[in-house]
């Protein structure tokens, strides 16, 4: 592929220029670093170069912009709704009892802080039945001891 292209020759000459990763003019950086030493070149430490930084970006005008006043803002459209119709009497009608909505019951009271849920035995029991462990945020073991317990004995 790089072989036929017109730009084969200017991009080698750019990569052993400048320290460029990739292939650049048909070759690979380890190529081109046996070139470099056997030419005795040391690469530039600048990624860009001028000729491919002006190709990519557009030219810029030589000429500063000219500044122009800003527009006045317009004014708001301010609408005239018409008057509002006199109400209509309101017939003869019994009122309508008021809807009572009962409250849902409080939750349950959280568990005193030295009481801790197992979900094993689904009991709550004093922290002091909990063995240690660091990895929970509580650092308590999840199961309580009598069901660490019973657990190894069925093992």
Known sequence: MCERCPLREPRLDYALAYNVYGTWGGTSRGEREEVRRELGISPLPVLIHNDLETQARPQRRSTPHRTR??????????????????????????????????????????????????????TDRARTDYYANRANPDRLAVWCKPCFRERGSLA
């Open 69 to 122: 006043a800003p527009r006045p803002k317009p004014a708001p459209v301010v609408e005239q709704l018409p008057a509002a119709p006199e109400p209509a009497p309101e017939p003869d009608v019994p009122p309508v009892p008021e809807l009572v909505i009962e409250q849902p019951a409080p939750a349950p009271e959280p568990p005193a802080a030295d009481v801790k849920h197992c979900p094993r035995c689904r």
